[in-house]
């Protein structure tokens, strides 16, 4: 009986995976949210997320939210934190796993979900989301801007092929702050992990800018170096 008791108070709470889905488009980092069908929280706006079933994994219910969100599961995804809060959810105690992914929004946006109102979202302009999700965004912008600085995820949000002025902009968003745009290009140039392409983007108006694309053979190279 004591056994059964013990039991009853140590399996009583769920568990949820909450995704953090970054995308960058038109000079901004963007984030998708959400619009909540049901109460308590019908008509908030929230990060995707669900709480995920006995028999479920971690990852396997992550992607499983993203490949409902954008139609698409093949993009880089990492283990954010947990959180638990007592009362972070109002139906009961209720674990978060959550995580974060970073996509190109014209390759990997393959079918943004019709069920949900959704849409994509400047970070300097999320609004008040349900649950503790405004955390889960600030913890995750925190980890990605530490992520820019060690490795060069940043190159996942962008085309293949890029301009220096795309990349700057990418990494202005992340950090929060201006670069100097020549001590920006001058240290890009002397680490040499961009190649650059033999045309121009075209699709710019007056002067093409120069395409580059990252070189990760390169990259690969310093990291075996201990660089």
């Not at 994994?57 to 007592?86: C, H, M, P, R, W």
């Not at 961009?194 to 053979?217: M, Q, V, Y």
Request: glycine share 8%.
């Amino acid at each position: 009986m004591m056994r059964d008791a013990l039991l009853q108070d140590y399996f009583k709470m769920g568990v949820s995976v909450t995704v953090v889905l970054y995308g960058f488009e038109g000079g901004k980092l963007q984030v998708y949210i959400q619009k909540i069908s049901t109460n308590p929280y019908a008509g908030a706006w929230a990060l995707p997320g669900k709480l995920i079933l006995a028999e479920e994994g971690l990852i396997e219910a992550t992607k499983g939210i993203v490949k409902e969100s954008i139609g698409n599961d093949d993009i880089y995804l990492e283990q954010l934190n947990a959180f638990g809060e007592i009362y972070r959810h109002p139906l009961g105690r209720v674990i978060d796993v959550a995580f974060y992914g970073l996509l190109n929004m014209k390759k990997d946006v393959v079918n943004q979900r019709a069920d949900k109102e959704n849409t994509w979202v400047a970070v300097e302009d999320i609004p008040p989301l349900a649950y503790d999700h405004n955390d889960v965004l600030k913890l995750a912008l925190q980890r990605l801007k530490r992520r820019l600085v060690n490795r060069p995820i940043g190159f996942k949000l962008l085309n293949k092929e890029f301009t220096l002025t795309e990349l700057q902009q990418l990494y202005e968003q992340i950090l929060g702050r201006e670069l100097d745009k020549r001590n920006f290009r001058k240290k890009l140039t002397k680490l040499g992990i961009l190649t650059a392409e033999g045309h121009e983007d075209t699709s710019s108006p007056g002067r093409k800018p120069r395409l580059f694309r990252f070189n990760e053979t390169k990259y690969n190279d310093y990291m075996e170096q201990g660089f």
